[in-house]
DNA sequence: GGCGTTGGGTGATTGCCGTTTAGTAGCGAT
DNA sequence: ATCGCTACTAAACGGCAATCACCCAACGCC
């Protein structure tokens, strides 16, 4: 009569997830699994375990290993993009906006040094070129936030020298090569983090854009 | 009669190496495939074909994949050094010799894209940590030479700001930033590579040394 | 009730990979 | 001649991503 009856008894198999609450296990799971370990650390047969599934139901929610990587990334890239805008919403000097975003870069960068160097670094051969659409186009909705700005700067002739596009993209790239180095590069004798940022930000300010 | 009845006629073995001959074949392919494919792409086995051995010959040279992949890149590191040693020793301005080190340094990195990769933007895990003091030791010469014409400028009192490692590290990050990004992120719409170059250079050198 | 459909799941298999093992061809020294 | 050594090989091992052929519980429908 009562209709818990039909509960699977006998089987000792997972629930099933109820279509994309599974994903999301899944993902929960590779996330901790790539961060920890790495591209090559992280196997589809730790995932799966970690979930407690067969590594082939893996592949029922995502097409290879590639996929589920790309979406983790997804993610942390969306971070990035939600504080960008929030920066930029806010009612001060563009210099000042431009100087916040850049450090909040860094600090992303460092707080999440393997999604960083997942989305930023990516060896060539590790993802393969071109999946990573979805992906692309939310690092460019980010740069186009950040190179706004920059030229603002421009625009109110503060820009010392080169292009908006130039200056922001050597702004950028310069914050990028020194959260990178030391993500890459641990051992290295570096001096002071907080001192390297803010001869950093300080010297490129200071170079690129006059008062 | 004739000693040339001695020769392998049966044997389509591929004669002896000669020692320490051989290790230089497997170095140059395996320079060659590695640089191509990258580090996932370039496999023992189409290494030890190039070469026209079995896979594994190369473990009777080699302990294992990564000691090729450093073998290479300290090769690639030594010329960044003799190249870094050159301009050191150039009876010029000090600041003219950070500029031209950091230039050239930026000129080697997009001329061996690959070799600069695997020194420089190493994926944690790719190789297995321990193994690389050799290359590290290369590096650290290098970087001795850079900071040390650093150095100079801070002795003369020019530098605008940080100290002369915190300097340095900043001048050397930025410019890795640069081409770093330029060759993992290709299809990005990029301002001319040498307006980027220039701006960064200016930047810096504006930002960090007074005249 | 019976019953076909279907979506989430599986174990076995394929085809690479890096690396290891056991063994062999050639050659110089004894 | 034969030992020992060096350079090399074929075959195998364990692990990997990915694929295959299947399986079964739940649901809608009669």
Redesign the pocket.
Known sequence: MTTTL???Q??A????????L?RGEILQAAERIFLAEGYQG?????I?DEV??????L???F????EILLEICDRAIELLLKQNSEIAARPIDAVARVRLMLDAYMTFALENPNAYQLVFCGHSGIVSEDKQAATEALGDRCYAVWVGTVREIAAIGRLRTGTADSAAQSMWAACHGLVALLLTKPTFHWAPTAELRVVMLDGLLYGLVTD
């Open positions: 039909k509960k699977p006998r089987s198999r997972k629930p099933k997830g109820d279509g994309h599974r992280a196997t589809i047969r730790k799966a407690g599934v067969s590594s082939t139901a592949y029922m929610h097409r290879d290993k590639d």
